[in-house]
């Protein structure tokens, strides 16, 4: 048995490393060559651009400053839009190593390998198979090895969304409290993300935490409900299963005597 059960984990890591090197070849050359093809990304290269060029690490602008905003997406000042967190990243890897190219896409790139490792780590908690097969959904589609080197800071967004969602998840299935560092790192990574795009992050943040409070309001008045109305329902099912109502039995005596008695209680 320990023989099979050791060939099945053999198995189970080359699948894995045969998913984890398909993966990390997409996410790496889905977008050769590398252009900035659209006004989204080249506004965020220009931010990066302009913190080295003209110092500007707290205020930046577009591309187009000085002309006319095209468009109610765009401010008609040309402030940028997005907070400067992927960009001081990307400032930073330039001058490491002197490369736009690199320097705009790792980001990016560096997130969706850290998004793949959670995801799988959160699914591993079902089971080998269920972690392989959230992996492969999530690494094998247009969408993520599109956005994986992209100009952009959606996958940042993703990865520090996931990580909130996360946590939480992992607080309500082990049930366990919040312990003061479960707060600093849930703090970290909202922090994190509001510099990353802003308050954004509330929007997919805040739903399911309403959400899960209502049911949980909902379920603990239902179940003090139950346990005061319980025995009364056990009563009824005994009067349904009783068939026929014409009966004189249920005529007299539920009928009357009790439907009085419990007109009597409620009033």
Same mark, same amino acid.
């Given at each position: 048995?320990?023989?099979?059960? $050791?060939? *099945?984990r053999?198995q189970n890591?080359?699948? /894995? /490393?045969?998913? $984890?090197?398909?993966?990390? +070849?997409? @996410? #790496?050359v889905?977008n050769?060559?590398?252009?900035l093809?659209?006004?989204?990304?080249a506004?965020? &290269?220009?931010?990066?651009?302009?913190?080295?060029g003209?110092?500007?690490?707290?205020?930046?602008?577009?591309p187009?400053?000085?002309?006319?905003?095209?468009g109610?997406?765009h401010?008609?000042?040309?402030? %940028? $839009? *997005?907070?400067?967190?992927v960009?001081w990243?990307?400032? #930073?890897?330039?001058?490491?190593?002197?490369s736009?190219d690199? &320097?705009?896409r790792?980001?990016?790139f #560096?997130?969706?390998?850290?998004? &793949?490792v959670?995801v799988?780590?959160?699914a591993r908690?079902?089971?080998?198979?269920p972690?392989?097969? &959230?992996?492969?959904?999530f690494?094998? %589609?247009?969408?993520?090895v599109r956005?994986?080197t992209?100009?952009?800071?959606?996958m940042? /967004?993703?990865?520090?969304? !996931?990580?909130?969602? @996360?946590?939480m998840?992992? *607080?309500?299935?082990?049930?366990t409290s919040?312990?003061?560092?479960?707060?600093?790192?849930?703090?970290?990574v909202l922090?994190?993300?509001?510099?990353?795009?802003g308050?954004?992050?509330?929007? !997919?943040? /805040?739903?399911?935490?309403?959400?899960?409070?209502l049911?949980?309001?909902?379920?603990?008045?239902?179940?003090? +409900?139950?346990?005061?109305?319980?025995?009364?329902?056990?009563?009824f099912?005994?009067?349904? $299963?009783?068939?026929?109502f014409?009966?004189? @039995?249920?005529?007299?005596?539920l009928?009357?005597?009790?439907?009085?008695?419990?007109?009597? #209680?409620?009033?």
């Open positions: 048995m320990s023989r099979i059960e $050791s060939v *099945k053999g890591w080359r699948m /894995l /490393l045969i998913v $984890s090197v398909i993966t990390v +070849c997409f @996410f #790496a889905s050769l060559p590398w252009n093809d659209d006004y989204d990304q506004k965020q &290269a220009f931010v990066s651009f302009q913190m080295i003209q110092q500007r690490w707290l205020y930046q602008t577009t187009d400053e000085g002309t006319k905003a095209s109610g997406r401010s008609p000042h040309h402030i %940028n $839009s *997005k907070p400067p967190a960009a990243v990307s400032a #930073a890897l330039y001058q490491l190593t002197r736009w690199f &320097a705009w790792f980001p990016s #560096a997130t969706a390998l850290a998004l &793949a959670l799988f780590r959160g908690t079902f089971g080998d198979l972690a392989l097969c &959230a992996l492969a959904a690494g094998l %589609n247009l969408l993520s956005l994986a992209l100009v952009r800071t959606d940042p /967004l993703a990865l520090v969304t !996931f990580a909130v969602g @996360f946590l998840f992992e *607080k309500i299935r082990t049930r919040w312990t003061t560092r479960d707060r600093v790192v849930l703090f970290a922090t994190a993300a509001m510099f990353v795009k308050p954004i992050v509330w929007a !997919f943040v /805040l739903p399911p935490l309403v959400l899960y409070q049911l949980r309001k909902l379920a603990s008045r239902f179940s003090k +409900c139950m346990e005061r109305m319980g025995s009364l329902d056990c009563f099912r005994l009067v349904l $299963s009783l068939g026929d014409r009966d004189p @039995f249920y005529r007299w005596i009928r009357r005597r009790y439907s009085e008695r419990i007109r009597c #209680a409620l009033s």
